[in-house]
């Protein structure tokens, strides 16, 4: 479902955030106050400002009451994060997503009752991790205890082969819970992109094809 996003602070982190969500065809709204920032995105964000979001006077240049997730991707200044995330969180009802930069940090944004608070370094490194370890992993999802689900690739091997075929249980310890559908589509820009849609409950029949993700829950051993 198409959203509108309002990404506040556009380094690498946020900058690339915004135009992955354009690309995926959603309406996203940049904000950054260094005018280098706003302009090395211009291109690829169409909604694009220069804004001091640590003043309140701006927040009413922002589109906060058409919007339907508001980011704060500030990545240098935690004092500057945390102000913008008071005056959001006064001005904006709906889903707030914050950049936490430091422990204190993410205490102080707990403590303002933040929807989300997300540590892009610290979850890449245990992503990449993983994707060291279990081959043709693309994302991963650390579970409590000994437990994860892991997206994979489909080995060729089992392509046209069904559910029932496998013995992965078994081998493994492990079950496929489902798969995800991957198809080429084009944004409202004209540029493609992956749409993914979740099969659903797989059966024993469910014959696999050659694009398939598998989305897997096992041990961390596997």
């Known amino acids: 479902m198409r959203k509108k996003i309002i990404v506040i602070g556009l380094g690498n982190f946020g900058g690339n955030l915004a135009i992955a969500l354009t690309q995926d065809g959603?309406?996203?709204f940049?904000?950054?106050?260094?005018?280098?920032?706003?302009e090395a995105i211009q291109r690829k964000v169409p909604h694009v400002i220069g804004l001091d979001t640590s003043d309140e006077?701006?927040?009413?240049?922002?589109?906060?009451?058409?919007?339907d997730i508001v980011v704060i991707a500030i990545g240098e200044n935690v004092g500057?994060?945390?102000?913008?995330?008071?005056?959001?969180?006064?001005?904006f009802k709906g889903r707030i997503i914050a950049r936490s930069l430091t422990p204190v940090h993410k205490t102080v944004l707990e403590a303002m009752q933040i929807d989300e608070i997300i540590?892009?370094?610290?979850?890449y490194a245990h992503e990449l991790a993983n994707r060291i370890m279990v081959k043709g992993a693309v994302k991963s999802m650390d579970l409590h205890g000994?437990?994860?689900?892991?997206?994979?690739?489909i080995p060729q091997k089992i392509v046209g082969m069904t559910l029932g075929d496998l013995d992965i249980k078994k081998k493994y310890q492990a079950h496929i819970v489902t798969v995800i559908k991957q198809i080429e589509?084009?944004?409202y820009l004209g540029s493609q992109f992956l749409e993914r849609n979740v099969h659903g409950v797989l059966h024993s029949v469910y014959?696999?094809?050659?694009?398939?993700?598998?989305?897997?829950?096992?041990t961390k051993k596997i």
């Open 119 to 123: 540590e892009p370094e610290g979850e």
């Open 207 to 218: 014959q696999f094809e050659a694009n398939d993700l598998l989305l897997v829950f096992g």
């Open 185 to 187: 589509r084009k944004n």
């Open 146 to 153: 000994e437990f994860e689900i892991v997206e994979v690739k």
């Open 57 to 67: 006077s701006a927040i009413n240049h922002l589109p906060v009451d058409d919007s």
């Open 30 to 38: 940049g904000v950054d106050k260094n005018p280098s920032k706003v």
């Open 80 to 91: 500057a994060s945390i102000t913008t995330t008071a005056l959001i969180k006064k001005h």
């Open 26 to 28: 959603h309406e996203v």
